[in-house]
């Protein structure tokens, strides 16, 4: 264990940035001139075809084209807005000095124009009247055939953009970022780990940087090797070589703060750094995600077309994972009208990764470059070895040591342009041992209090009754979250060595000891799974890319799954509790092997059985299969079965979930953290915490995505409540989740018939306007006692959609709106409301205040114990959860909450391991095999706050409510990344997506 250190404060990695340096920068930017042809052309061709699909033109094939012959602009003609009903397209460039080297109008027009050639001949290839189909598209090549006369590159003054990052529609959150990284394309920098010095070199890349289009940059590949101790069957001990490669990939994100404001009034940004680990691929891809595409980077040596401008930025393309693996968008098809250098067969860059990367960074390499990015989930075998595949050998991320001294070498090259921030103040320690309320207890903790070497104290009378407080702990909380009613837990299982694991697990989270029975409120049964057909997959005649008829065998397929699992549930299970009706039911589900080779991920039967369940008012949890360890001595083998410490894991996890999670469970009442939080005693004894919840997914109907949003409420007493949005009363929380499955199940009724029930479907594909009505409706009309509501910013705040639509939302989210409006809650277009509430509104006395929440890329990356990004001192991730103040907006407290480390990371609580860079070893410690899982910071902002609460110490305890929420009993590897409420709301919805498939 490494010696604690004193949290005393946090070095955020953001930076103020300095205008008058960057008085040669170069920011260009070049309308689609043709939208209103090509949206007409879209329209004529919909009428020509007679059907009733919206066809939409391959912008990106034309995007991916351009960039592929020219990799000097910053992205290609992305979406901008839509004008008069038509949208507009805008490309970008950025650079320094003389006028950038860019494609001129005139070469960019031939490619279009040949875009266009291409879209026209797949149109022709289309059912429908050829006539009109030539016609249409003769019209279509006449519209576009000259070059409008003022189509130019418009080039914009950069302090047009940091004086006001809302000018030319949001361009300075792109192209800053990209300004920064074409400043440090091509430069190199030196950081040294012990006796050895690391040189890298810098490279712009395309996409996936602060936004879909931006650029990043990424250094030349590294290698890395390290052994890693291998136990063969006979049990005698090896040592396996592993290697991969790896770059160090960097990220300029542009975000704001709300209160931080330029002397013009406009918000004034902050530049964040953020340092990650990219790996490639060196050995043949055999098994990707399904259902992602495949990224490439790749980069030129040379012209793909002759007086096309080009450097060595690294171009993002993507392959599509089907059978036939091809280049995405039919690429290929358009170079060669272009006359351009062809790509390289994508299934050969699979199949020898090495050969076409230049992984060892050779200076003699001169032909083109393919990097293959890897994903999680990704095997890699080379030809003739056996079994499955395996993943790749690098673990993601870098020591805090690495992180800060990276940074510091970009400060150093980037100096005068970025300024780095001050550390933040540490608040108050999280409170530990005695100290430590209940309810921020996980199960951890508590079996770790019985095992033998904490007990060798306690004898005889004391011992056991030690043990049954204990056991009492986990008993009653439970029975108070469920209201007293009796709980049936089902055991469904086919393979007895499921039974027998699970049976051991769940014991052992009750903590019984040998001897010792159930709570007498907790009934559990075992039911064996007497057909196995129940757990075949669904049956497909083919996988999609050869069975054009999948998607509509697995929905019949499905329901008579779904069926059949219903007619098993009533028989095993409802029928034993008739006559039962104060109970809950909870079930633990065996399904077989999720991951098989050939088998389609839709095919898996969680959606099916989870329906069948809701359908029944039986909460689940679906668990594996799970096999004994092969016993070393066959003789009596059965009285020495063990099990794997990943299946023994994964199962107490699920019952963990099942029993805790799925219940709203805290071992403790939640009062208790309020007190400790700072939150006066008459409050804390009846304080109510609300969390919004919502969840998106973009794989569902049509563009427009999946969701959902309900709202989660914590009392001081423990129990969980959740309000729906199509539903007036609060409900508790298992309940919930049977009425959010029984929801989907109706969703996915209404999108398998031919009408689609939009009246069903639109539940689940929430607007905007509708999210902020559903919190105004809850915040005005269902706070019963003193409440701290919490809330994301993120989609809560945003007004446009997917398809770039506007949309009515929570705009007062917003930073620049946030300050001014801190003392109202502005529902001003909210139908039912259409006003402004102020703070001395009634309807609101209960609402102690909001505390808008920020998290991922919009919350910086931090080092500890050192106060600037030069100092060389020992680092370490936070031991506990901490907290700490951001004095940059005095008038307008920011908190920021940073998690311990996880306990699974015990190689990097190693002095020696946490001070590595990703290609060092130290005696057997190699940083190339450790994943650094650093916890990222959470903003906690507190607004409309009633004017008892609007004192220093208050509005910290406001923001320590939710700080000090960041527990799960079943979370014992560290902090959720959410409150509580907020955590259980998330992973409700999350439950049942499975009944939709799309959790995939």
């Not at 490279?203 to 890693?228: C, D, I, M, N, W």
């Amino acid at each position: 264990m490494p010696a604690k250190i004193n949290p005393s404060f946090a070095l955020p990695a953001r930076m103020d940035l300095a205008i008058d340096s960057l008085s040669d920068a170069n920011i260009a930017v070049l309308m689609f001139p043709f939208a209103k042809e090509v949206k007409e052309f879209c329209q004529n061709l919909e009428k020509v075809f007679r059907n009733k699909q919206t066809i939409y033109a391959p912008y990106r094939q034309l995007n991916n084209a351009i960039l592929a012959c020219s990799s000097t602009l910053t992205h290609g003609f992305e979406y901008l807005e839509t004008v008069n009903y038509i949208p507009q397209y805008r490309a970008l460039a950025v650079g320094t000095g003389a006028e950038s080297s860019i494609p001129t109008p005139e070469q960019i027009h031939e490619l279009i124009y040949i875009w266009a050639q291409t879209w026209i001949k797949q149109s022709l290839e289309k059912k429908g009247q050829r006539d009109e189909i030539q016609s249409v598209c003769d019209r279509f090549l006449e519209a576009i055939d000259k070059i409008p006369e003022d189509w130019q590159w418009e080039f914009i003054a950069l302090k047009t953009l940091i004086k006001d990052l809302n000018a030319q529609n949001g361009l300075g959150y792109q192209a800053i970022p990209s300004l920064l990284v074409t400043l440090l394309h091509e430069q190199t920098c030196t950081i040294s780990s012990g006796d050895m010095e690391q040189t890298l070199k810098w490279r712009k890349v395309q996409g996936g940087s602060s936004t879909r289009t931006g650029l990043h940059l990424v250094s030349q590949p590294f290698k890395a090797t390290y052994f890693e101790e291998d136990y063969r069957k006979s049990g005698e001990k090896n040592a396996k070589e592993k290697e991969g490669y790896f770059a160090y990939r960097l990220d300029f994100y542009l975000h704001t703060q709300a209160g931080r404001f330029h002397t013009e009034g406009h918000l004034k940004p902050w530049v964040f750094i953020h340092l990650s680990c990219q790996r490639y691929a060196h050995e043949p891809l055999v098994d990707a995600n399904h259902g992602r595409d495949i990224s490439i980077l790749m980069g030129m040596n040379q012209a793909r077309l002759d007086k096309y401008p080009i450097d060595s930025t690294l171009v993002r393309l993507t392959i599509e994972n089907q059978a036939h693996k091809n280049w995405q968008e039919q690429l290929p098809d358009l170079l060669t009208e272009f006359k351009a250098r062809a790509l390289v067969n994508p299934q050969e860059i699979l199949n020898n990764p090495r050969g076409f990367g230049n992984l060892d960074d050779f200076d003699d390499w001169n032909q083109d470059e393919y990097y293959i990015v890897h994903a999680e989930g990704y095997e890699y075998k080379q030809e003739g070895q056996k079994g499955r595949g395996h993943g790749h050998s690098i673990k993601t991320g870098f020591s805090l040591t690495e992180r800060a001294d990276i940074t510091n070498q970009i400060l150093q090259l980037l100096n005068p342009v970025l300024i780095p921030d001050r550390p933040m103040e540490f608040d108050i320690p999280v409170p530990a041992g005695k100290k430590l309320p209940l309810a921020m207890s996980d199960y951890d903790l508590h079996h770790k209090s019985l095992i033998p070497s904490a007990l060798k104290k306690i004898t005889g009378e004391a011992k056991q009754q030690y043990i049954k407080d204990k056991q009492n702990v986990i008993a009653r909380a439970i029975k108070q979250t469920t209201n007293d009613k009796e709980i049936y837990l089902f055991i469904v299982y086919y393979e007895e060595h499921t039974k027998t694991l699970v049976c051991q697990q769940l014991r052992q989270a009750f903590l019984l000891q040998d001897g010792d029975e159930f709570p007498a409120h907790i009934n559990v049964i075992d039911v064996f799974i007497h057909d196995s057909s129940l757990l075949e997959k669904l049956r497909v005649s083919g996988l999609p890319s050869v069975n054009p008829n999948f998607d509509e065998e697995i929905k019949k397929q499905h329901q008579l799954k779904r069926q059949a699992w219903q007619k098993f549930f009533k028989e095993k299970i409802v029928s034993l509790l008739k006559g039962k009706h104060n109970c809950e039911l909870f079930a633990i589900i065996e399904i077989g092997t999720s991951k098989v080779k050939g088998i389609h991920p839709q095919q898996s039967i969680r959606g099916a059985v989870r329906e069948a369940c809701v359908l029944e008012n039986i909460n689940s949890q679906m668990l594996q299969t799970v096999k004994a360890n092969k016993p070393k001595d066959q003789e009596n083998s059965e009285d020495h079965t063990t099990y794997s410490k990943a299946d023994e894991g994964r199962v107490l996890n699920a019952i963990l979930d099942v029993t805790l999670r799925q219940t709203g469970t805290l071992y403790g009442l939640p009062s208790e953290v309020y007190k400790v939080a700072g939150i006066p005693e008459n409050f804390a004894q009846k304080l109510d915490v609300i969390a919004f919840c919502r969840l998106q997914k973009n794989n569902f109907i049509g563009k427009t995505p999946f969701q959902y949003a309900v709202a989660v409420r914590l009392s001081a007493g423990g129990t969980v409540d959740v309000l729906l949005p199509h539903q007036p009363k609060w409900v508790p929380y298992s309940k919930a989740g049977i009425a959010i499955g029984q929801l989907f199940h109706q969703v996915r009724k209404a999108r398998n018939t031919i009408e689609n029930d939009r009246k069903i479907i639109d539940l689940v594909q929430m607007k905007g306007g509708q999210l902020v009505k559903f919190v105004a409706d809850v915040l005005s009309q269902h706070l019963e006692n003193p409440t701290i509501a919490l809330i994301e910013a993120d989609v809560w705040r945003n007004e446009r959609t997917k398809d770039g639509t506007k949309n009515e939302a929570w705009f007062q989210l917003k930073n620049e709106y946030l300050f001014e409006q801190k003392y109202i809650l502005n529902f001003e277009r909210v139908p039912g409301h259409n006003c402004q509430y102020p703070r001395d509104d009634k309807n609101f006395e209960n609402l102690l205040g909001v505390v808008r929440i920020r998290s991922n890329h919009e919350t910086p990356q931090y080092v500890t114990n050192r106060k600037s990004w030069d100092e060389n001192s020992t680092t370490s991730d936070f031991t506990e959860l901490s907290g700490f103040i951001d004095k940059t907006v005095p008038e307008f407290l920011h908190y920021f909450s940073v998690g311990k480390i996880p306990s699974t990371q015990k190689n990097q609580k190693t002095p020696q391991a946490r001070e590595l860079y990703k290609s060092d070893r130290d005696g057997g410690i190699y940083a190339a095999n450790i994943s650094y899982k650093h916890q990222q910071m959470l903003e906690m902002l507190p607004f409309f706050v009633r004017r008892d609460f609007q004192t220093e110490d208050n509005l910290k305890a406001l923001c320590r409510v939710p700080h000090f929420l960041r527990i799960s009993p079943a979370f014992t590897r560290g902090n959720i990344s959410h409150p509580y409420p907020m955590h259980l709301g998330i992973k409700l919805i999350e439950d049942f997506l499975c009944i939709l498939y799309l959790e995939l």
